[in-house]
């Protein structure tokens, strides 16, 4: 038996007014009005899918072992690499080690579930546990229907041969050539088709099948069938589809795109989170997903859940932990939708030496310190010598990760002057309440709300971006704790 040993999920805190994209483009086109209600969630300047994934994977780790991964699968259309294992990148962020399977699965609308089905395949023939992560954050054309559509997020699930929080029943898949968008290589953006064809064509013949074969691997009625998830944002395709099945109307999940957005590939994985955190043991839920064919797959849960339920954040959580953002012009230029005048500060050479990188990966990506065996100090970053003036061993210390400590601010700058992507710039001292202290970069945070003393916790972002070679650095930074933590 192969099952959901756990999960978590990431909704970026930074929520777009839609009526503030129709403010602006709604004079070019006025069909966008039909879409100026609700919100939805965007990334900071520094946040991408690698990042997501790694924030979702967190909360699906919480506290658990890492060394005793066998893989690690991250699902994307939007990787910040397109010749470079993303994968790896978060298998080095949460300290999985070297002797680990990575794998990149993207290139179609249900790479999350497609991977997904790889994945459980996996456990089921070689074991487990297999770490599970979908993330995207796409971009779209200002004054699109995609643009108001879409949303950032992430999902992860934490894969295993036994029950968990829920077993895995049975899944069924088609691959289906049917082109309902797409984006050609060097391109930009998604080029979308007609929506009446897309649901007639699409939608109402290609997953009702693929449904019914789920079901019948599964040995279950579609009356068994508490939960239904199917992204998709054309008006009442999930509830006709459930009714071709013979699911109950009662069970079609809400898509939450009024909240964040679809996110993608990911999506079909956040509404499933979002399930587990509602469902009740015994309950069976259907995950079905759309693009160039279709995958369905059926999970009933377990008693183990409940508990569960109230340790992890998930996308309930995410989804309340918010900052309304109304600024159209911020998210333009985040998304490099928009050409801006960023001063003389911004033109430096962001080369990143790569020997640099990877004899120092364990420090940069992992967040690893020292530890000195001798008195015990704790410091970042690791050194050959004890910082304690009372101890000042050499050669004494051993690994400590820094990644999961909290702290708090002990001094801090918000500078206009330094270059940022949205300023000021906030950085400062941050002490470890495990011992250790550390400058670094905040996020998160808005300008008169820092103060010395306040809760900190370290999330894994990106530092900074090299646009004459398209390299993403990523450094961790200082976060406010107790909004990270709200559920």
Not at 58 to 68: C, M, T
Not at 234 to 249: D, N, S, T
Not at 464 to 482: H, I, L, N, Q, S
Request: aromatic residues 8%.
């Amino acid at each position: 038996m192969v099952g959901i040993a756990s999960f978590g999920g990431y909704i970026p805190r930074l929520r777009l007014s839609r009526k503030a994209i129709v403010e602006a483009n709604g004079w070019f086109n006025a069909g966008l009005r039909a879409y100026a209600k609700a919100e939805r969630a965007i990334c900071s300047w520094d946040e991408d899918s690698v990042t997501m994934a790694v924030e979702a994977a967190r909360d699906a780790l919480a506290d658990g072992p890492r060394e005793d991964f066998r893989a690690l699968y991250l699902a994307t259309t939007s990787a910040p690499f397109e010749d470079r294992q993303n994968a790896g990148i978060v298998a080095q962020a949460l300290r999985l080690g070297a002797d680990l399977n990575t794998m990149d699965v993207g290139a179609s609308q249900r790479a999350g579930t497609t991977g997904l089905v790889a994945a459980l395949d996996a456990v089921a023939a070689r074991g487990g546990p297999v770490l599970y992560v979908a993330a995207e954050k796409r971009r779209a054309a200002a004054a699109s229907q995609a643009e108001l559509l879409y949303g950032d997020g992430a999902a992860a699930l934490v894969l295993d041969r036994a029950d968990g929080v829920a077993r895995f029943l049975g899944s069924r898949s088609a691959s289906v050539d049917f082109v309902d968008h797409y984006k050609g290589k060097g391109r930009e953006f998604d080029y979308n088709w007609e929506e009446r064809w897309i649901r007639d064509e699409g939608y109402l013949k290609i997953v009702s099948p693929v449904i019914a074969g789920a079901l019948a691997e599964a040995g279950l009625k579609p009356a068994d069938i508490a939960h239904f998830c199917l992204p998709c944002t054309l008006p009442r395709v999930a509830q006709a589809i459930a009714k071709q099945a013979g699911l109950a109307e009662t069970s079609v999940r809400p898509n939450l795109d009024g909240l964040c957005g679809d996110t993608g590939a990911a999506h079909p994985l956040v509404m499933l989170v979002h399930a587990l955190q509602e469902a009740k043991p015994g309950e069976r839920i259907l995950v079905a997903s759309f693009g160039n064919g279709c995958d369905a797959l059926i999970f009933e849960a377990t008693d183990a859940l409940p508990a569960m339920q109230r340790a992890r954040r998930g996308i309930a959580g995410a989804l309340k932990r918010r900052k309304e953002e109304t600024n159209y012009a911020k998210y333009l230029a985040f998304n490099d939708l928009l050409k801006m005048e960023r001063g003389l500060r911004s033109e430096v050479d962001k080369q990143t030496p790569l020997t640099t990188l990877y004899r120092k990966k364990d420090m940069l990506l992992s967040l690893i310190g020292g530890k000195c065996e001798r008195c015990g100090t704790v410091q970042f970053p690791k050194s050959n010598i004890c910082v304690n003036p009372n101890c000042r061993a050499m050669h004494s210390q051993v690994d400590q990760p820094f990644s999961e400590f909290n702290g708090t601010v002990m001094s801090f700058t918000a500078d206009l002057l330094t270059y940022c992507p949205d300023p000021p710039a906030h950085y400062g001292m941050v002490q470890f309440a495990e011992g250790g202290r550390m400058m670094v970069d905040f996020t998160e945070v808005d300008a008169g709300q820092v103060e010395v003393g306040m809760p900190m916790r370290m999330v894994f972002r990106i530092k900074e971006v090299d646009p004459a070679r398209g390299f993403t650095r990523y450094f961790w930074k200082a976060a406010p704790a107790g909004a990270a933590k709200e559920v």
